[in-house]
């Protein structure tokens, strides 16, 4: 079958003060935000990744360099739109995204339903082509001492 492509994302980035949380195109109320030359969107950058990966086509590091000043406090999801229309125009769309937070808090299901919903409206998707699961990794690892918060993704790509 040459007509469906799938592709996975991972990212993470470490929790600071003095920055927002922004996790799927959704500010959140935290003590801590996520340090990134962007806005830190781990989920939106794990999105991304996949959509990018189904088609080999490198990593969002390829596109938008964090050495590149124009990208310093960019919109995670503004750059989500720009490698959708790259997938587009290769012939693309999306046929749904599947994805994950690793996060001990804040407590994420009360805005999943945010997240879904500004994610499939950037991507011009239904809310139901977009999952969001939040999930915890029992004060295991990096992520369970709260010093960062990680995100995977899984997007199948039909070709248009």
């Known amino acids: 079958m040459t007509n469906i492509r799938i592709g996975n994302g991972y990212d993470i980035h470490r929790l600071v003060s003095d920055r927002p949380l922004i996790l799927g195109g959704v500010s959140i109320e935290h003590e801590l935000g996520l340090l990134g030359h962007s806005d830190a969107d781990v989920l939106t950058h794990a999105i991304m990744d996949a959509m990018l990966g189904a088609l080999s086509l490198g990593d969002i590091g390829h596109y938008f360099p964090p050495t590149d000043p124009k990208w310093a ?6 750059m989500l739109t720009q490698v959708d229309r790259l997938i587009q125009d290769n012939g693309w769309t999306i046929g749904n995204v599947d994805s994950v937070i690793v996060a001990e808090r804040p407590k994420l299901k009360p805005h999943i339903k945010a ?3 500004r994610l499939a409206t950037a991507l011009n ?6 999952g969001i699961k ?3 990794n029992e004060t295991l690892d990096a992520t369970g001492r709260e010093e960062g918060i990680a995100a995977y993704a899984v997007v199948l790509l039909v070709q248009q």
């Open 115 to 117: 997240m879904r919903d």
């Open 73 to 78: 406090g960019a919109d995670s999801v503004a």
């Open 134 to 136: 939040a999930t915890t």
């Open 125 to 130: 998707l239904q809310p139901n082509q977009v």
